[in-house]
């Protein structure tokens, strides 16, 4: 199959899959062949609960526009700061794009949430309806998805109230995290990289797109930097990380600086993993020349092997251009479980990088009892194939949720699921 035919096809079937491959029944710690250093387990891995809020008050917006006609893959980045206890504690940004427009003057969007306080940043993701053009407008309850410093391997999620001021929101946490964290680390070569520049009509460069693959012998890497602002000699990049290893893949997601005088390592949140790692979090440390990585890690917690199976039809789909590649969008409903559940998603494919096609994909699902968010990093070639994302949290029942689901191809749209996780 051409690559030309795998977008078409993954705008037709392959966004209604983000899925996995069947668990494990033990949160046993990966082995150390894999990551190619001695890898102690932790005796147990502990849950801990933590709540509190922040206020996070927004400065700036910006919209670049995708070229399609109803806007879809149309990027707004929203920066602000962060206050704990009336002082402040740092800076969110949101990197979010627009899916679908159900009605005239509406937007649904995928929004991706950093929020980096003094103590380590927050990843928060969801799909919600807000006015075109507008940031969120009335409240909303967040998935967390991970986290570093303090918050690595955190899940939960995240009550967002409007306040009486534009642009002013509350953020009430209630947080998931987990004790005995593990270190690791792979040395890898220096990366190849593929740059593409945003169009000369987007301020500060945003939306423009870095691509980066370095191959080890116990490991290798893939990274998608997307611009996300540039101040005061700062530049910015949300950056979305893939590491495979010998029994599994970790997916990892933060807003790092870039292009500094002095290269300094970059910390991501780890929010899932398939294969032996399916349920593991943490944070992941790219070193300052990018050829080792430093990984710590903590095996899933809660209730385990909590599987459900169900069939994902495609209803509407879309396509529009993006820096770098081609944004796919598709939605419908779900059968075999109770109620009226549904499914949205969408598809990033860029240009190739040394050896692969980075794929990433974004799926929520809205249960009766909740939402699930999946998402992960693929190769181009195996994107309408039988394939394992990590689920990396949700709402509801799903609150703090992490593992696989596993999607397989019946029809041109029809795909069906299996999730396992624990929660």
Not at 301 to 310: A, E, F, I, P, V
Not at 339 to 355: H, L, N, Q, R
Not at 402 to 413: F, K, M, N
Request: charged share 15%; aromatic share 4%.
């Amino acid at each position: 199959m051409t690559r030309a035919n795998r977008v078409a096809a993954a705008a037709a079937i392959a966004l209604a899959c983000l899925t996995a491959v069947p668990m494990t029944t033990s949160a046993t710690a990966a082995p150390a062949s894999a990551l190619g250093l001695a890898h102690t387990a932790p005796a147990a891995a502990p849950q801990k609960k933590e709540a509190f809020s922040l206020t996070l008050t927004l400065k700036s917006r910006v919209i670049v526009p995708s070229g399609n006609a109803q806007g879809i893959g149309d990027v707004t980045v929203e920066t602000g700061t962060v206050e704990r206890d009336g002082a402040k504690d740092g800076t969110f940004t949101v990197l979010s794009r627009v899916l679908a427009v159900p009605k005239k003057g509406v937007e649904l969007r995928d929004a991706q949430i950093t929020l980096e306080t003094k103590k380590g940043t927050l990843q928060l993701q969801a799909v919600n309806e807000e006015i075109a053009g507008q940031p969120f407008s009335v409240g909303r309850i967040l998935p967390i998805v991970g986290g570093t410093g303090d918050y690595a391997g955190a899940r939960g999620t995240c009550n967002l109230v409007p306040q009486g001021d534009k642009g002013k929101y509350l953020a009430l946490i209630d947080l998931i995290g987990a004790k005995g964290l593990t270190s690791s680390s792979a040395k890898l070569p220096a990366p190849q990289t593929v740059t593409v520049a945003a169009p000369k009509t987007a301020k500060q460069g945003i939306t423009g797109v870095t691509l980066k693959r370095a191959v080890g012998s116990a490991a290798s890497y893939t990274s998608v930097a997307t611009r996300v602002g540039s101040s005061s000699g700062k530049v910015r990049d949300s950056v979305e990380f893939l590491v495979t290893l010998a029994t599994g893949t970790l997916f990892a997601r933060g807003v790092v600086e870039s292009q500094q005088r002095a290269l300094k390592p970059q910390t991501y949140a780890v929010l899932g993993g398939t294969g032996e790692y399916a349920g593991y979090r943490g944070e992941l440390t790219l070193s300052a020349k990018a050829t080792g990585i430093q990984m710590r890690l903590v095996a899933p917690t809660g209730k385990k092997d909590t599987s459900l199976t169900w069939s994902e039809i495609t209803a509407q789909q879309a396509e529009a251009p993006i820096t770098g590649g081609t944004f796919a969008t598709a939605d419908g409903p779900i059968k075999g479980l109770k109620g009226k559940p549904t499914w949205v998603a969408s598809i990033a494919t860029y240009v190739p990088v040394g050896d692969v096609t980075p794929v990433i994909t974004m799926l929520e699902r809205t249960f009766d009892d909740g939402t699930m968010v999946v998402t992960g990093m693929t190769d181009d070639s195996t994107v309408t194939e039988q394939s394992a994302r990590p689920i990396v949290g949700g709402t509801g029942a799903y609150a703090g949720a992490g593992g696989e689901a596993l999607s397989t191809p019946v029809s041109a749209t029809k795909w069906d699921i299996v999730a396992a996780f624990w929660r």
